[in-house]
């Protein structure tokens, strides 16, 4: 892979040819862990991690619900949060009690056996952001649950729920902190949980897809203390490997590339796995000419140190936010007639890569493959990116006319005369101008964050993946007369789209948002985020005043006589407790990027033109089916297992056209009872059961929201319980909710 930047002109070559370039011996990671060293899996009966255990493979070795019985499956308890919103959550389970999120993050102890409500803790804060697991810590005299909460990591205690004080300050370390730049205007949010290796608990954060953004420090903490022991610089400091790839000093300025995804641990080797995330801004790089180490990146670090092992970058220069989506799963194969540690790592372009995971070779070849040059006033795009050979992908690469709806007539013509204004090319076509551009799989796609599923009796991996197509864009970035729209533009524009109209369910529509929300509960979004928006705490109050009177629709001038001032809104108004450092605070001036409306705000040169889902006038999408898929592939010859449909819209499936697949978000879960458990469907609300070796539907049940989360499964008194939390929210036209539903034979 390339260290250069954009500019180098290198024909097809194997990443083989180039290994010595990206990959170190693991010298740091060659000894074992000590024999004392705490592990985060005492039981198979528990699933005492996000994911199941370090190794992220979301498998059980429980197989009392096996492809017998498991058509016997009923419920064995419910638990309703009573709160709105959905959740995204999957629970840790030790011993008897399962640890989880409610909808607003207040964190929760339930009898795992009856789902009774042990204990609850809220921290004060009104968590808007997802929260998808905990973290769970205990050396064997010592027990501590790790739970972040938007900005904040907790430690509790898991007998009681109360926040132990010895930790950080009065329970809590804030993660906006140890980032440079000053904390109050960054903002962050914990929604994967960290990792725990010995003393440590290693994490990420999620950040804003736009300017400003901090820089994604990887960091870990002494899980004891809060204390910080060591930080690793995605965003290369000089005199660091990587720094080259960057503008001179882009770390002082530069934000994101940072682990939002998760991780996984080698317990034994103390290796930890982070793959991160583009930098900003997500879709124009001129102002970070170069290939961006470590944005992309698989990174493999010494846990107890930080330090880097071995890397692949998966995407460089990364002008199409192609994350990295999900934690890796780790997997003793059979390759070539030799057992082999490897790592798979899957992919939203709809590629699973396979590596050595001691040394970072690849286990099939991966080819730097030449692609189109951008022709966008001041971007340099890369010219080559990493390809894998095999395994095929596991989702459509090129969108083409004969892909087109058929669902109706009617539906068909539209396609194809919208088909015919945009610009399709395959995976790493650049943006353009003025012009939209076809990304297939879309945005959120092929794989997500709920991450794969693997079974390491067999070898073989279940994922769930996205096949909708999307388009994006850029424009130049003028000034307006307007400084509200200004504002818009700048920090809206990426998500709800120039015209307002967002791309629904995902981004909503903000035309006549004035008729739906109050000013300050427009100002409470803006500035505590809800849902997948983040939070922007450093947004001014004279920015924050124009940009809801923009968005209600007056000039500037009528802002304040509208009543849209901010700053004569009660807080009180805003939530029942502000979020700590989240105050009404000027915004300090920061170094534009390409011009700024009183260098108040980072000005791109040019902007994205918001998300735009390819959906028929219906709302359906405008490709062909399947919209959704479960793949099961055989990880030790890189060829495909079985591959079907998952998910359906009811009303069409109601009308004879079933099994259409849909949008799906959460993962699989695999055990030895030879079944793939999954809910993640997000029309049809249910939690499914297949035929692990077939792909056979062997159960299915409806859930009370759809279930966007990954499983889990855990054994209590000599019985399997299956729970999944259901909560729906991706789809807006339905309610939302936070229901934990167990499952278990009678």
């Avoid at 992309?296 to 010494?302: G, K, Q, R």
């Avoid at 994350?323 to 057992?339: I, K, N």
């Avoid at 015919?420 to 799989?441: A, E, W």
């Amino acid at each position: 892979m390339s260290t250069g930047c954009g500019k180098q002109t290198i024909a097809t070559l194997m990443v083989a040819a180039i290994w010595a370039l990206s990959f170190e011996s693991p010298r740091i990671a060659a000894q074992p862990a000590a024999a004392n060293a705490p592990t985060q899996r005492s039981s198979p009966e528990d699933w005492p991690v996000y994911g199941g255990q370090a190794a992220g493979d979301h498998y059980s070795s429980l197989k009392q619900i096996n492809r017998e019985n498991v058509a016997r499956l009923e419920v064995a308890w419910k638990f309703d949060t009573e709160e709105q919103g959905g959740t995204q959550a999957s629970p840790i389970i030790v011993g008897r009690v399962l640890y989880a999120y409610t909808p607003s993050q207040k964190v929760i102890a339930l009898d795992a056996a009856t789902g009774r409500l042990l204990w609850k803790f809220d921290s004060g804060i009104v968590g808007t952001q997802p929260a998808r697991g905990l973290a769970y810590w205990t050396d064997g005299r010592e027990r501590r649950i790790l739970a972040g909460v938007m900005n904040y990591l907790y430690a509790l205690d898991p007998a009681t729920g109360k926040a132990i004080s010895s930790f950080g300050e009065a329970g809590r370390i804030d993660l906006r902190n140890d980032l440079g730049g000053d904390a109050s205007k960054h903002t962050v949010a914990i929604t994967t949980p960290g990792i725990v290796y010995r003393d440590l608990v290693i994490v990420g954060f999620r950040a804003p897809e736009e300017p400003p953004a901090p820089r994604g420090d990887i960091r870990a903490y002494d899980v004891k203390t809060g204390k910080l022991r060591w930080s690793f610089h995605t965003i290369p400091h000089p005199n660091e490997l990587g720094y080259e790839t960057w503008p001179k000093n882009s770390w002082e300025h530069m934000g994101a590339a940072n682990n939002w995804a998760g991780m996984a641990l080698d317990e034994r080797r103390g290796i930890v796995y982070a793959p991160t995330g583009s930098a900003v801004a997500d879709f124009y790089g001129g102002d970070r000419v170069g290939d961006n180490l470590f944005a992309d990146t698989l990174l493999a670090l010494d846990a107890a140190t930080g330090q880097r092992i071995w890397h692949f970058q998966g995407v460089h220069h990364d002008i199409w936010d192609r994350d990295f989506p999900s934690p890796p799963a780790l997997v003793t194969l059979t390759h070539e007639g030799t057992r082999v540690d490897a790592l798979a790592q899957t992919t939203k372009q709809g590629w699973l890569y396979l590596f050595d995971r001691v040394t970072g070779k690849p286990l099939f070849p991966i080819e730097e493959r030449k692609y189109p040059a951008s022709d966008v006033p001041g971007e340099v795009s890369s010219a080559t990116q990493p390809h894998p050979l095999k395994p095929q992908p596991f989702a459509r690469q090129l969108l083409t006319v004969d892909m087109l709806t058929e669902r109706t007539p009617e539906a068909h013509a539209w396609a194809v005369k919208e088909f015919g204004t945009f610009r399709s090319g395959g995976q790493f076509l650049p943006l353009s101008v003025d012009k939209q551009t076809v990304v297939f799989p879309g945005f959120d796609g092929g794989a997500e964050w709920g991450g794969p599923a693997v079974d390491p009796s067999t070898g073989v991996l279940y994922v769930n993946a996205n096949d909708l197509a999307w388009t994006g864009g850029l424009v130049e970035n003028k000034l307006s007369a307007e400084i509200g729209k200004d504002v818009y533009q700048n920090r809206c524009a990426v998500c709800h789209g120039d015209d307002r109209g967002g791309s629904p369910p995902a981004f909503p529509s903000l035309v006549d948002v004035d008729k739906r929300l109050t000013p300050a509960q427009m100002a409470n979004v803006i500035r505590h985020g809800r849902g997948r928006m983040m939070a922007f705490a450093d947004i001014a109050d004279t920015q924050l005043d124009t940009l809801i009177g923009y968005l209600r629709g007056g000039t500037e001038g009528e802002v304040a006589a509208a009543g849209t001032d901010t700053r004569k809104i009660d807080t009180k108004e805003l939530s029942s407790e502000r979020p700590a450092g989240t105050e009404r605070k000027a915004a300090g001036r920061m170094e534009p990027v390409a011009g700024s409306v009183g260098d108040e705000f980072v000005r791109m040169k040019y902007r994205f033109t918001g998300y735009k889902k390819f959906l028929d006038p219906d709302g359906y999408p405008a490709v062909a089916p399947p919209w959704g898929t479960l793949n099961a592939i055989d990880m030790n010859t890189g060829e495909y297992l079985w591959k079907i449909p998952l998910g359906e819209y009811p009303e069409l499936a109601a009308k004879g056209m079933a099994n259409t697949g849909t949008e799906n978000y959460g993962g699989p879960i695999v055990t030895a009872g030879g079944l793939v458990f999954i809910g993640a469907t997000i029309y049809d609300k249910k939690i499914r059961v297949f035929d692990s070796g077939t792909g056979k539907l062997l159960w299915q049940a409806e859930l009370p929201f759809a279930g966007v989360a990954t499983p889990a499964t855990y054994m209590i008194d000599g019985k399997q319980y299956v729970v999944i939390a259901a909560g729906g929210g991706r789809d807006h036209r339905g309610p939302s909710g936070g229901v934990y539903v167990a499952f278990a034979l009678p």
